[in-house]
């Protein structure tokens, strides 16, 4: 049967990475309509394409290790074989961390919600680079579009807060970081670590919840461009 295998994050604790890319590269090797006679669903029961699927699997594995033009060459492969939202979604989330292409990227995350309009974490990527890009309205409503899609997505209510500090509409900043504080104990975890580091949160004990002290230090935060 064909499966994918690998969890990059047990991969990078173990460092077995060749072995990773002999497994990863057995599935790209397969003709397409052989390995996606098995089908693959995704978290949402939706089938995807699972060549698409092994390309980018190992250009995952290939930028854990450095190889950077080697990951390209195989979500630029997936786009080639079939212009899908997972393909330039894919793409597009690479290009992200790439010096200078965030403009590319975002030109491949535009074509993916336009192709799937209901691609959660193609709207969210977006939202990202578009903030980075300084283009905040535009950021918002990539947001707007990831929360509708799923109103507790932590991350996006996450990246939305910063946004909407951008702005400088600093309650709504709050309530979407307070929001995804209380949904999240990972953004939780996160955003309680950024406020010790920026000195509005005591280093003591982790909060309990959204206490008095931690809605003030969020507050704090979102004042300050320099608390991320």
């Given at each position: 049967s064909v499966h994918i295998g690998w969890n990059l994050t047990e991969l990078q604790n173990e460092r077995r990475f060749d072995l990773a890319l002999q497994d990863a590269g057995k599935l790209v090797a397969m003709p397409p309509e052989k390995i996606n006679l098995q089908g693959f669903l995704?978290?949402?029961g939706v089938k995807r394409d699972f060549h698409i699927l092994a390309l980018s699997n190992r250009a995952d594995i290939f930028s854990a290790i450095g190889k950077f033009d080697l990951a390209q060459r195989d979500l630029d492969d997936a786009v080639n074989y079939k212009r899908t939202a997972d393909s330039l979604e894919a793409r597009g989330e690479f290009l992200m961390g790439r010096p200078g292409e965030r403009q590319r990227a975002l030109?491949?995350?535009q074509a993916a919600t336009a192709l799937d309009p209901n691609?959660?974490?193609a709207f969210y990527l977006k939202g990202a680079v578009l903030f980075d890009l300084k283009r905040y309205q535009d950021a918002v409503v990539a947001l707007d579009r990831a929360l509708t899609i799923s109103p507790n997505y932590d991350y996006a209510l996450r990246m939305r807060a910063k946004v909407y500090r951008a702005l400088g509409q600093?309650?709504?900043?709050?309530?979407?970081?307070?929001?995804a504080v209380v949904e999240s104990p990972r953004v939780a975890a996160l955003t309680i670590r950024t406020l010790k580091?920026?000195?509005?949160?005591?280093?003591?004990?982790m909060p309990n919840g959204l206490t008095p002290e931690l809605r003030d230090a969020i507050h704090a935060c979102m004042l300050d461009a320099a608390c991320n």
């Open positions: 995704d978290n949402d030109d491949d995350l691609m959660l974490q600093t309650d709504s900043a709050v309530r979407d970081l307070q929001q580091m920026s000195g509005y949160l005591p280093s003591g004990e």
